[in-house]
């Protein structure tokens, strides 16, 4: 079992940064891939971020693109994301996962999951 504990959220302003990061325990990481999804009032979960085992392999969604960066410290058992540029869009409960298989866009494909961190941006 991977317990994953979200935390960095917060309420900021449009264009602003925050930086989510997303502690693991109970197994290391580093054989997992690891995802950022994000969920907002009715609507479903969708994919933010990817990243391989090495930290190699890593996608993102279109519209974080170049402002969103995933990134792992398998020594620590933690992966971030940062994000920049927040705009009013960006605001979402966000969640990290952990997969068995490689990094993966879609939210069957990931085994553990943490209980979220909310971000809210303001206009």
């Known amino acids: 079992q991977v317990q994953l504990v979200e935390s960095g959220g917060g309420l900021v302003q449009t264009g602003d940064s925050l930086r989510l990061s997303c502690a693991a325990s109970?197994?290391?990481?580093?054989?997992?891939?690891m995802g950022w999804f994000r969920q907002s009032p009715g609507k479903e979960r969708e994919f933010v971020a990817a990243?391989?085992?090495?930290?190699?392999?890593?996608y993102y969604e279109d519209s974080v693109k170049g402002r969103f960066t995933i990134s792992r410290d398998n020594a620590k058992n933690t992966v971030y994301l940062q994000m920049n540029s927040l705009k009013p869009e960006d605001t979402a409960v966000y969640y990290c996962a952990a997969g068995v298989r490689g990094p993966a866009k879609t939210v069957s494909q990931y085994m553990y999951w943490g209980q979220g961190t909310q971000v809210t941006v303001s206009s």
């Open positions: 109970g197994r290391t990481i580093n054989n997992y891939a």
């Open positions: 990243i391989s085992w090495s930290g190699i392999i890593i």
